[in-house]
């Protein structure tokens, strides 16, 4: 999986039927400091995610192994937000404070 | 999935069987102004879209989940035309405007 | 889907039995103009094509969607032979031209 | 299957259900010397390491082939804790001597 | 598949009961003179390979389709050893003369 910042949406109303109600997220991987790189991918929301959260996202056939994603054209899925992490036993970003 | 521009299209005669009847379209991913990158892939039409549109792409086994490409040797399929992205509130893309 | 170059063949007699009979291709992603890359890569066969030729090959598990590439550790497969593609409305490369 | 160092944990409260109880560790690809390379990854703890422990991940459907990943949103899982590895005959890295 | 050169091993006694019994060899990708590039990855022998040896891989679930490996979190595959290779007609690798 991949850390990345939630940074905007993306709108396709003419799409794959199957992908109908699903939510495109623009996302930005991040370093172990929080800051975004240079890159970008567009991933499925599963969690319920809003911009500026830092989420998770998982790739390839393993983004489709959510209930909103099953045997759907998705390969990137956002699964889960992230409140903090540790690297070395210290905390290198946490929810609310780093953003 | 990826943001991508249609500028073109490939055309091959003898091929796996069970490709037959899928358009082949040139694709380049852009930025987050809808710049064009360097790169480009081929992937299948889902959506039936045209040269200049921008639309989304996704790749690997999860480009076998649409009822053309389904069990086929395809690693890319376009699932999506995308009308508009923002990033922080503000459209960076419009489809008509942007183009 | 990548646009490649046929440009030589690997042998090798000790392998995994049920890649016996495959043919393995030394093959060069091009660019937009037909010109060959740096890097290379080993696909099987499908279409029975030849050195010189311009090719497009699926990747991962989409290499495994052919009758002879199924259930078999390939991940890289050669499935359609190019006659020709166009960007912007003009051809760029067309086969037996551009070679 | 990749070598690399545990440098780090993840915490996410809110997720797909079905990643509930599992562990996200933050991994660093390490060189022949075992030295830490500039990138990162997360992926799902499937043997009990800890951090600085050597490990090897598994990427991709590949990543799901445990029973703490089977069908769920996990691209990476951590399936072997390294005790030493050899190149040209000499130990280049050993578990406690080198870390 | 790639061209790769067998430059070692890994020992990992604690893993995936299901990886038991498997060998982990270090691969380096090689270019076409056979030369060794930068990188490497590690990969599960399935024909029986040892140091020293040119060797094809495959990567992803097709790391997979083997009896070795079938169902296994591996994500590379030593599928075949390697005689020789040719480009344009020339032979460029013969095992026993280019190592």
């Given amino acids: 999986m991949v850390l990345a ?6 709108v396709a109303t003419r799409k794959e039927p199957s992908m109908e109600g699903l939510k495109f997220m623009l996302l930005r991987p991040v370093d172990l400091e929080g800051k975004e ?3 970008f991918v567009v991933a499925v929301d599963a969690v319920g995610c809003g911009e500026g959260e830092m989420v998770l996202y998982a790739s390839g056939s393993s983004a489709r ?9 998705c390969d990137a899925v956002i699964m889960a937000i ?17 953003d």
């Avoid at 070395?88 to 780093?98: A, L, N, P, Q, V």
């Fill in 5 to 10: 910042k939630v940074i905007g949406t993306v």
């Fill in 37 to 39: 790189g240079g890159g």
């Fill in 65 to 73: 192994q959510t209930h909103l994603t099953d045997k759907r054209p």
């Fill in 82 to 98: 992230v409140d903090n992490w540790e690297v070395g036993g210290k905390i290198r970003y946490k929810k609310g404070e780093s």
